[in-house]
């Protein structure tokens, strides 16, 4: 079994899976109490007038405590991300990551706007919306029980989220992603072909990140 798992794992896009395996790790931390929620969200004060600047990363990857909307956020997030590194991104990690850095910096902004204190479910719907943008014939079927197309696919997680944790506030941080991804999705897909004539600083990464993810992965 620990074979199967470990091949699984390398199966998994780089950027893809050291995100999946912080995220786990985190909740199993939590979930072992060696770590607190308290200790991971992000505020602003705590994180930059407190000097706890650590905040500012470790709240994008506790997913909750491990529960059913845990694993929920946790494979679609995995799903989408992995499929968009390995379609899109291929061979383009360095332009990955810096897509979920500058969408990581949009929702720190927004997160006082919205009360977040936890970000990472947000992060998590900005690689399923611009999958999906980027997609747009391809058929979906959401548990078995009916079938959309990829465009229509955030917002039927929103609604799934919203049931699943029966809070409004589920919702508003899956809708902050699917903000974030949406101004994403415009400035590499429509801003940089109609307006800009082609790629910029927002869309491709500075060549120093990718010099630093080579050098890691």
Same mark, same amino acid.
């Given at each position: #079994?620990? *074979?199967?798992?470990?091949?699984?794992i390398?199966?998994?896009?780089?950027?893809?899976r050291?995100?999946?395996?912080? +995220? *786990?790790?985190? +909740?199993?931390?939590?979930?072992?109490? $060696?770590v607190t929620?308290?200790?991971?969200?992000f @505020?602003?004060k705590?994180?930059?007038?407190?000097?706890?600047?650590w905040r500012?990363?470790?709240?994008?990857?506790?997913? /909750?405590?491990?529960?059913l &909307?845990?694993?929920f956020?946790?494979?679609?997030? #995995?799903?989408?991300s992995r499929? $968009?590194?390995?379609? +899109?991104?291929a061979?383009?990690? %360095?332009?990955?990551?810096?897509?979920?850095?500058?969408?990581?910096? #949009?929702?720190?902004?927004?997160?006082p706007?919205?009360?977040?204190?936890?970000?990472?479910? @947000? $992060?998590?719907?900005v690689?399923?919306?611009?999958?999906?943008?980027?997609?747009?014939?391809?058929?979906?079927?959401?548990?078995?029980?009916?079938?959309?197309?990829a465009?229509? $696919?955030?917002?039927?997680l929103?609604a799934?989220?919203? *049931?699943?944790? /029966?809070t409004?506030?589920? %919702?508003a941080?899956d809708? %902050?992603g699917?903000?974030?991804?949406?101004? /994403?999705?415009?400035?590499? &897909?429509?801003?940089a072909?109609? #307006?800009?004539?082609?790629?910029?600083?927002?869309?491709?990464?500075? *060549?120093?990140?990718?010099?630093?993810?080579?050098l890691?992965?």
């Amino acid at each position: #079994m620990p *074979v199967g798992i470990e091949a699984w794992i390398t199966q998994i896009p780089p950027i893809t899976r050291g995100w999946l395996v912080l +995220s *786990v790790l985190t +909740s199993l931390a939590v979930q072992c109490q $060696l770590v607190t929620p308290l200790q991971l969200y992000f @505020s602003p004060k705590s994180a930059f007038i407190n000097a706890q600047p650590w905040r500012a990363f470790t709240n994008f990857f506790y997913f /909750g405590s491990i529960s059913l &909307d845990f694993v929920f956020h946790l494979f679609f997030f #995995m799903r989408y991300s992995r499929m $968009l590194e390995e379609s +899109s991104f291929a061979n383009r990690k %360095a332009d990955y990551f810096w897509l979920l850095l500058l969408s990581s910096i #949009m929702l720190l902004s927004l997160s006082p706007l919205f009360n977040l204190p936890f970000l990472s479910s @947000s $992060l998590a719907f900005v690689p399923i919306y611009l999958w999906s943008r980027r997609h747009p014939d391809t058929p979906i079927s959401l548990f078995g029980l009916f079938t959309i197309t990829a465009p229509y $696919l955030p917002i039927a997680l929103v609604a799934f989220s919203w *049931v699943l944790s /029966g809070t409004w506030r589920a %919702a508003a941080g899956d809708l %902050a992603g699917c903000l974030v991804g949406h101004i /994403g999705w415009f400035l590499r &897909d429509v801003w940089a072909r109609e #307006m800009n004539g082609g790629t910029s600083v927002l869309s491709d990464s500075p *060549v120093v990140l990718l010099v630093l993810l080579f050098l890691v992965f």
